[in-house]
């Protein structure tokens, strides 16, 4: 079973909405991510936390911004969103940063944006 | 050549038979290597992880050639619950990043 948790599983929302995913592990990882996916392609980072700074950020759109309250919790706040935003947002976390450990993801929020 | 190349499939394969997967990748500094498996509007969960030539767990075996770079994952006796898309997945050296090759369907038939 994982234990990374995200809310809401799904989630339909306008473009002139302002909401929020969140996220939280309880494994006691440092690193943590968000991951974007369509369907029938791969997981695409978005965002990277480490230790509770945001350490990659992969040019994503201000209308997406994460926040690390603490080491276990990861949120991302959405404002004025597109269609072509809706998708499966991921949630992952591992043991550190820097060395090849293995993420382990959470259930996902599914995104409707209308 | 791409990253991280892996044939999409699909697979379709009969309950009880053997399959294998290959996963090529071009940064020959890669030191580790991950298979994972999706279903169908899941997330991905890690399957195995390869740190040296190779790793078996049960039913399933990875294995890594350095010199072609290239990495495998067999199935033994498969199973109807074996039926997920395989994602290989390679460790950027120095940081964070995960680069996911774009996954392999399977089916099994029963």
């Known amino acids: 079973d994982t234990e990374v948790t995200q809310t809401p599983k799904h989630l339909v929302m306008g473009m002139t909405n302002k909401k929020s995913l969140k996220c939280e592990q309880h494994?006691?990882?440092?690193?943590m991510y968000w991951y974007k996916q369509k369907a029938k392609k791969p997981p695409e980072l978005m965002f990277v936390y480490s230790y509770e700074k945001l350490s990659i950020n992969e040019s994503v759109p201000s209308r997406f911004s994460p926040e690390c309250p603490n080491s276990s919790l990861l949120n991302l706040h959405l404002h004025a969103l597109q269609p072509e935003d809706s998708a499966l947002y991921l949630c992952a976390s591992s043991q550190d940063e820097g060395a090849p450990y293995e993420q382990y993801f959470g259930p996902g929020t599914r995104l409707t944006v209308t | 050549r791409k990253e991280v190349e892996q044939d999409p499939g699909p697979f379709n394969v009969p309950e009880g038979a053997t399959v294998a997967f290959n996963c090529t990748y071009s940064n020959s500094a890669s030191q580790s290597f991950f298979w994972y498996r999706q279903d169908c509007r899941k997330e991905p969960k890690l399957l195995m992880s390869v740190y040296s030539s190779g790793n078996e767990d049960g039913r399933f075996t990875a294995q890594l050639n350095r010199a072609s770079q290239y990495i495998s994952l067999l199935i033994r006796d498969s199973k109807l619950s074996d039926s997920a898309t395989y994602l290989c997945?390679?460790?950027?050296?120095?940081?964070?990043?995960?680069?996911f090759g774009t996954g392999t369907r399977l089916t099994i038939i029963p």
């Open positions: 997945v390679v460790p950027n050296f120095g940081n964070e990043k995960l680069t």
């Open positions: 494994m006691g990882h440092r690193a």
